[in-house]
Antibody
Framework: EVQVVESGGGLVQPGGSLRLSCAAS????????MHWVRQAPGKGLVWVSF????????DYADSVKGRFTISRDNAKNTLFLQMNDLRADDSAVYYC?????????WGQGAQVTVSS | QAVVTQEPSLTVSPGGTVTLTCGSS?????????PYWFQQKPGQAPRTLIY???GKQSWTPARFSGSLLGGKAALTLSGAQPEDEADYYC?????????FGGGTKLTVL
């Protein structure tokens, strides 16, 4: 059974940092590009970042470029999102997903709240 | 970055048919955009309904179908059920980047 479980969310002050993790199982993690997607309260889904299979290529939405870093550990089947210099408008549920041409596995998401 | 557009809201009668559309600011939606459709209910994670224009997941009800229509991706619901009331998001591929539409709130009333 495919499982994608995000963790590491929480409450952080503006300017602070947080590291999200996404543990994958039930599929060959190292065969998949991986993505982070976020959803602010009452708003739509927004693509945040991707990383290729071996971690050599990444890209980011303009809104997070220079502040967020995506990475992965294929030995541990885990995806990460390091979030620095957090702002109030980064508050959202963060999902990791495969988003390939034929497969979109989703986790239940990790809540990130940026507030003083 | 490209902008993907969807109807903000639509209403369909129980048993009725409705088509949701997904357009691209860069031009006609085509096969290389690999259109996806996701359903999301309050408090839940998105659930994949359609991939690659018209591919269905094992759990996708037969009443949902995907297509390309008039330069847009389309999701057609034939025989709407009360449980189909939800937000629907399309996703388009722009090379390595993914862009979501703003979502359509579908009411079954």
């Amino acid at each position: 059974e495919v499982q994608v479980v995000e963790s590491g969310g929480g409450l952080v002050q503006p300017g602070g940092s947080l590291r999200l993790s996404c543990a994958a199982s039930g599929f060959t993690f190292s065969d998949y590009w991986m993505h982070w997607v976020r959803q602010a309260p009452g708003k739509g889904l927004v693509w945040v970042s991707f990383i290729n299979k071996d971690g050599s290529r990444t890209d980011y939405a303009d809104s997070v470029k220079g502040r967020f870093t995506i990475s992965r550990d294929n030995a541990k089947n885990t995806l990460f999102l390091q979030m620095n210099d957090l702002r109030a408008d980064d508050s959202a549920v963060y999902y990791c997903s495969t988003l390939t041409t034929t497969t979109a596995y989703w986790g239940q998401g990790a809540q990130v709240t940026v507030s003083s | 970055q490209a902008v993907v557009t969807q109807e903000p809201s639509l209403t369909v009668s129980p048993g009725g048919t409705v088509t949701l559309t997904c357009g691209s600011s860069t031009g006609a939606v085509a096969s290389h955009h690999y259109p996806y459709w996701f359903q999301q209910k309050p408090g839940q994670a998105p659930r994949t309904l359609i991939y690659d224009i018209s591919g269905k997941q094992s759990w996708t009800p037969a009443r949902f179908s995907g297509s390309l229509l008039g330069g847009k991706a389309a999701l057609t619901l034939s025989g709407a059920q009360p449980e189909d009331e939800a937000d629907y998001y399309c996703l388009l591929f722009y090379s390595d980047v993914r862009v979501f539409g703003g979502g359509t709130k579908l009411t079954v009333l």
